[in-house]
């Protein structure tokens, strides 16, 4: 009651104030024109030892953003049953070099006020960092140094090795990472690239002469591009790459990504893996997917932003905001050179597990026909996209990130001038077709991580699909 | 440096028509510190601070709420929290939705945030939606309770029950921190629980709670608008006055009295969690933004842990391998802070050994103090640090709504990053000295039924599925 008579109160002290400066608050402020597209611009050229070389100048502050990228990852480089190598090769870099060790390292860079980051993952690797535009120069001498001279000291790997299997541990104790571990191997099977997981097994088999013949194999110019975003130009910037990087010689070339055929995915199936006592079931819904190339790129970004790509998007609004069963839910596609998955999921409680699995089959399979997509769902999705462009050009960072994604994908140097026109031409046609071709409701593997003896029965009466135990490494489980 | 003073001023000491000043030029500032920004109070009280920045077609807006967890009562934690998901429910002339539609659905984005001290509201748009963006926030800031009503609460109860699900119940170690608040601060202190709250308290939040709540916090005098990046600030300033000028002025706060707090002693603590290997905590209480000791925490904090060569990483992870991980942070709150230790073994290894061997390296630092070479590698990442924050409107309008909320004065993080460069050796071994004590809380988180693994178990109380309010082993 009080209630009542406080709000119609506010009313009135709102309708009094607006009425004096004009102002109807009730209409909606109109836009201003769009800002017209910034797209930074780049100078390509190359090392004499067969290495990309892009700069891109942005002169605002005092910074630059240097990496050094490779075509290829732990999917065509690492050995089988020694998953886990390039990873490990990425983080011995920092190790040791022919004269200086690791603490050397470490205290050169903490005094340079900066720090190398080096990671292999599965299609692409890169070493790299940000400096001031003062200290570029001594920050890229000792990438170099890490990059050509470094020495694998085997009590460095033995450590690293030790922090791993702690890791590995530890992710056992985590619906999340149970679910990302198991979800890839029952999409893929265990025995194609997508599938394969860093294991105990695989962790305690590798050696130092692995991590010594990763390097030389993958570390190499022929793959390779160079980036220098920020403070600098070419003409500047080349001497001092070519300078630090004299010693590199020319070797390898880019891998061809030939990834082995998935089989047809089975009957839509419940996996579930037992996590007693969680508190919240996770979700990992889904199948494989088209690669990035896929000229059904943009219908898919289209797609799946109503889908599960936004926050008012319609699992999010539904799951989330209608019926309260988790804290965020969402869906995307992996997009790589290979059959990235299409995943939806998210945590949810565990007492409704089984009422948030009919709300999800029942958005997949709006999506794919039964609720037709709105105009305004399409107007908002394309609008999202579209606009959020410029932002992605903020940072010496992200632009390094825009310039790397495009010669990595294989993408047109006019792609962000075209993306707008791109976006703006798909049809809800074409967005229905996408759906019904990338998700489908029949084929799907649902991963569910949670406590059984809540959720199982539930789950089995909701009758969606049959339900498959599986363990948290993501093999069947026998029953007796 | 002089700014205008905008804390919450009563009603009668309100400048009328407001104060327009400039930042005056800093004339100490390195060039580094290039963070323009103009500022000035409209006369119901609210704080304007304006940076323009036409690097990229951006513009964040950042609404900061002096009110946070500290300002709920035992029984209601977690409420200022719940409050800030109510805030995303639509306003009296904001459908429910619209606030998404013209922030992430035009290419931008938006969230919020709690904390003990402040709540905190942002979105980042394409520059042609500022005007929009300001409309969203001024018609929360006036007209929220218009649209409110008991349905949307217990939706967003229940969201935000499922974050505290997510976030702490289900996430290993996921309880430690509220174990530590509540062992390291007596039961009514405002910082003694975590800002998420309980679930019992959760459930007991009434719609009435929810209105009073906004009528004193969420009321311009309290609250200040950061607006950053590509704006004309003649239009931007004529927006502000249109749509929050006549937001009225709230009633007087009480903030509430927070004591300093110090342990007597040491309080041992052990937990039984769903992990799969043990890890230990210890927090000091320590220091709040308010005291200039911070400053030389986050430098001891970087000489003790974090890079390879940091004193404690380097004897455990390294040298010894006797630890996995080792982080050490300085927690700086408004009023309080805390220095927090965390190590996770390796197989094999002791929780009581790891710290042992920590204090044995603390002892040490307390004694010798640390090294000219060990304080500038921990100072020497400050200049990119803060040169890369300009990078992002986002970035640059939070740290102007803190200096301004925290400290009154927008152009707070000159200090900050003087402060931080001038501390010495000296005042580094001080603050060990000075807050690394005995009095502090040692928590031991180990897998279920493993209550040996803990750091000197035999002296350690067992922390049960306890009442949040009332922690067993607090005492």
Do not use: C
């Amino acid at each position: 009651m009080t209630g009542r008579i406080v709000l119609v109160i506010a009313l009135g002290l709102s309708l009094t104030a607006s009425a004096q400066q004009g102002l109807d608050r009730k209409k909606v402020p109109p836009a201003g024109p769009m800002p017209v597209l910034r797209v930074p611009a780049w100078t390509k050229s190359a090392l004499a030892n067969g290495a990309d070389l892009i700069v891109s100048e942005k002169h605002d502050l005092p910074l630059v953003s240097l990496s050094i990228t490779f075509l290829g990852g732990d999917n065509q480089f690492e050995p089988a049953g020694r998953q886990g190598v390039a990873s490990l090769t990425a983080a011995l870099l920092s190790e040791g070099t022919k004269t200086r060790n690791g603490d050397a390292l470490s205290n050169a860079l903490q005094l340079l006020g900066t720090t190398v980051t080096s990671n292999v993952g599965g299609e692409t690797g890169s070493v790299g960092f940000v400096s001031t535009t003062a200290k570029f120069g001594a920050t890229l001498d000792i990438l170099s140094d890490m990059l050509l001279n470094s020495t694998f000291p085997a009590a460095g790997l033995e450590r690293l090795r030790g922090q791993r299997l702690v890791a590995l541990t530890q992710a056992r104790a985590q619906p999340g990472s149970i679910a990302n571990r198991v979800f890839p191997r029952i999409v893929f099977g265990s025995n194609h690239p997508y599938g394969r997981i860093v294991t105990e097994e695989s962790l305690k088999a590798i050696t130092r002469d692995d991590i010594v013949a990763f390097h030389k194999a993958y570390y190499q110019p022929g793959r390779a591009l160079i980036t220098v975003v920020g403070d600098t130009t070419l003409a500047a910037a080349k001497p001092v790459v070519e300078k630090a990087l004299a010693g590199w010689t020319r070797g390898g070339e880019r891998p061809a990504f030939n990834y082995p055929s998935v089989a047809e995915p089975r009957s839509t199936t419940i996996f579930l893996v037992d996590k007693p006592g969680a508190a919240q079931s996770t979700f990992a819904i889904g199948r494989p997917g088209p690669p990035r190339s896929t000229p059904d790129y943009y219908a898919l970004q289209v797609m799946n932003t109503i889908l599960g790509g936004m926050f008012q998007s319609r699992l999010n609004a539904n799951i989330r905001e209608e019926k309260g069963y988790s804290y965020g839910v969402n869906s995307g596609f992996g997009y790589g050179k290979g059959p990235g998955a299409f995943r939806a999921g998210g945590d949810i409680v565990t007492a409704k597990s089984d009422a948030a699995l009919i709300e999800f089959m029942k958005e997949l399979r709006g999506i794919v026909g039964s609720r037709p997509v709105t105009d305004e769902e399409l107007t908002t999705a394309k609008d999202a996209l579209v606009q959020r462009l410029p932002g992605t050009f903020a940072s010496v960072n992200s632009i390094n990130v825009a310039i790397t994604t495009l010669w990595t994908q294989n993408l047109p140097d006019d792609y962000y001038q075209q993306y707008a026109k791109r976006i703006a031409a798909i049809t809800k046609d074409d967005v229905l077709r996408v759906a019904k071709q990338y998700v489908t409701v029949d084929n799907l593997a649902i991963v569910i991580v949670g406590d059984r003896s809540v959720i199982e029965g539930p789950l089995k009466a909701a009758g969606i699909a049959p339900i498959v135990l599986y363990d948290i490494e993501g093999n069947p489980v026998v029953t007796q | 440096m002089t700014l205008t003073a905008f804390v919450v001023a009563p009603a009668a000491q309100a400048p009328v028509g407001g104060q327009r000043q400039a930042a005056p030029p800093a004339a100490t500032t390195s060039d580094t510190l290039r963070l323009p920004f103009d500022t000035y109070t409209l006369p119901n009280g609210l704080t304007v601070i304006l940076s323009q920045d036409k690097t990229t077609p951006t513009v964040s807006v950042n609404v900061w709420y002096k009110v946070g967890s500290k300002n709920e009562t035992p029984g209601r934690t977690g409420f200022a929290h719940l409050f800030e998901h109510v805030m995303f429910t639509g306003s009296g002339n904001v459908p429910y939705g619209l606030h998404d539609k013209l922030t992430e659905g035009v290419g931008g984005s938006n969230n919020g945030t709690t904390s003990n001290d402040r709540t905190t509201y942002f979105e980042t748009v394409p520059s042609n939606y500022l005007e929009s963006a300001l409309w969203l926030e001024a018609d929360r800031m006036g007209y929220l309770l218009d649209a409110l009503d008991l349905a949307k609460l217990n939706a967003q109860r229940d969201i935000v029950k499922n974050e505290r699900r997510q976030s702490v119940d289900n996430q290993p170690y996921g309880r430690a921190r509220e174990i530590l608040a509540h062992a390291t601060y007596p039961p009514t202190h405002p910082y003694s629980w975590d800002v998420i709250g309980s679930m019992s308290d959760l459930s007991a939040a009434s719609e009435e709670d929810v209105k009073n709540f906004f009528r004193l916090y969420y009321a311009p005098n309290n609250a200040f608008l950061a607006i950053v990046g590509d704006f004309e600030p003649a239009q931007v300033r004529a927006w502000v006055t249109r749509y929050f000028g006549d937001v009225p002025r709230g009633k007087p706060i009480t903030r509430p009295k927070v004591d300093p707090v110090t342990l007597q002693s040491e309080k041992r603590l052990v937990y039984e969690d769903r992990v799969q290997v043990p890890r230990l905590y210890v927090q000091w209480p320590t220091v709040g933004e308010k005291s200039d000791d911070r400053f030389a925490l986050d430098v001891l904090a970087s000489i003790l842990a974090g890079p390879r060569t940091a004193r404690i990483t380097k004897a455990l992870v390294y040298d010894e391998q006797s630890a996995a991980t080792v982080n050490i942070f300085q927690s700086t709150n408004e009023d309080v802070g805390d220095f927090v230790l965390m190590m996770t073994p390796r197989p094999g290894h002791a929780l009581t050994n790891l710290e042992a061997a920590a204090d044995a390296i603390i002892e040490r630092l307390k004694s010798d103090g640390p090294t000219a070479e060990e304080i500038q590698k921990a100072t020497a990442g400050e200049e990119l640090g803060f040169v890369r924050s300009l990078e992002s409107n986002l970035g640059k309008a939070m740290r102007l709504s803190d200096g301004a909320g925290f400290h009154g004065d927008a152009g707070y993080f000159r200090t900050e990053y003087k402060k931080t460069l001038s501390v010495t050796a000296e005042d580094v071994k001080r603050v060990a000295n000075k807050y690394l004590t005995r009095g502090r809380v040692v928590l031991s988180v180990v897998p279920a039924g493993k209550l040996d693994q803990a750091s000197k178990p035999e002296q350690s109380t067992r922390v049960t599925e306890y009442d949040e309010k009332k922690p067993e082993g607090g005492k």
